[in-house]
């Protein structure tokens, strides 16, 4: 069992900046996509970032490209996601998930990731 810990979250006003880190008990030595995801209430899933290992492909969803980047440590196995120009509607539950899809094939519904965090809230008021 991987154990996948998220922090960082938090309350910001737009415009604002926050560094979400997700603790991983483990990284994968196979190109695994790990990824971060955000659930608003009332909305779908929605993939924000992804990234694997031993690859130099990053992708991103559309809402967030320019503003959030998304980093890893293999030494301290751990998953960074940094956002700037915060935006109200970034406002959500953020989850960091593990063992998804080979080279991040599909990944931005979230579908196929193995281990999932418990997620951070990150609030930006207007």
């Known amino acids: 069992q991987v154990q996948v810990v998220e922090s960082g979250g938090g309350s910001v006003q737009a415009g604002g900046s926050l560094r979400l880190s997700c603790k991983v008990s483990r990284f994968s030595s196979y190109p695994y996509c790990m990824g971060w995801f955000r659930q608003a209430p009332g909305k779908e899933r929605e993939g924000v970032a992804g990234?694997?290992?031993?690859?130099?492909?990053?992708v991103y969803g559309d809402s967030v490209k320019g503003r959030f980047t998304i980093s890893r440590d293999n030494a301290e196995n751990t998953l960074y996601l940094q956002m700037n120009s915060l935006k109200p509607e970034d406002t959500a539950m953020y989850y960091c998930?593990?063992?998804?899809?080979?080279?991040?094939?599909?990944?931005?519904?979230?579908?196929?990731?193995?281990?999932w965090g418990q997620g951070t809230q990150v609030t930006v008021s207007s």
């Open positions: 990234i694997y290992n031993g690859g130099g492909s990053i």
């Open positions: 998930a593990v063992d998804g899809p080979y080279r991040c094939s599909d990944w931005a519904p979230g579908r196929g990731f193995r281990y």
